[in-house]
Each structure stands twice: as C-alpha cells, then as structure tokens.
C-alpha cells in the first residue's frame, strides 16, 4: 500500500461579518487559538467544544503555527472592533448603576 501525502485545506471559514469559524461549527478561530496559547490540548478543546472534530483542531492549530503573523493581525483587529463595539455599548447603556436602575425598576412595578 502506498501512502499518498496530499494537501488538505483548513477547515476555516469567513461568515458574513467576516469572522473565522470552524467550518460546519460556531466555534471561533479566537477561541481555538486563546485555547491553544493558555494551554490546552486538542483533546482538550474537542471535550470543551464537542461539535469540533479532532483532526479539524489540529488543521486549525497548525495553521495557527505556520502563520502566526497573520493570525495575530486578525485577532488584533477583532479585539479592537469589540472595544468599538463595547465602547458604543457602553455609552448608549452605562453600566455604572445599573443595578440601581433595574431595582428602582423592580419596586416601582416597571418591565
């Protein structure tokens, strides 16, 4: 029998909103690679996220490790629309005192 060595794609996917899953999961590149980096093995990770497959996280894992350069940019500019979008959150809802509002809320009979 001869073993035949081909290349395989990653099994990564761009959704709509331009973010990268785990093709046929909701799972994130982000969460794979902040898995990876605070330890986790791929056995791990398939207990953690049971609709991922074992090869697949290795795929994703090596991808990871052969572009690492391109991986951080992604992930940096994901951090930073998330600040955006926490940021606009955040004024168009303080948090500050938000428990005293949905108390004052609760006693005077409001939804």
Avoid at 71 to 86: I, K
Wanted: proline share 5%.
């Amino acid at each position: 029998m001869t073993l035949v060595i081909e290349a395989e794609p990653v099994p990564l996917a761009a959704d709509a909103d331009g973010v990268y899953r785990v093709a046929g999961t909701r799972v994130t590149l982000d969460t794979l690679v902040a898995a990876y980096q605070e330890g986790g093995t791929p056995e791990e990770m398939v207990d953690q996220y049971p609709s991922l497959k074992l090869d697949h996280i290795y795929a994703v894992i090596g991808y990871y490790l052969r572009h690492r350069e391109q991986v951080a940019s992604y992930l940096a500019r994901r951090a930073a629309m998330a600040a955006e979008v926490r940021s606009a959150s955040e004024k168009a809802w303080p948090p500050h005192g938000i428990r005293d509002r949905l108390m004052a809320r609760r006693i005077s009979g409001g939804q």
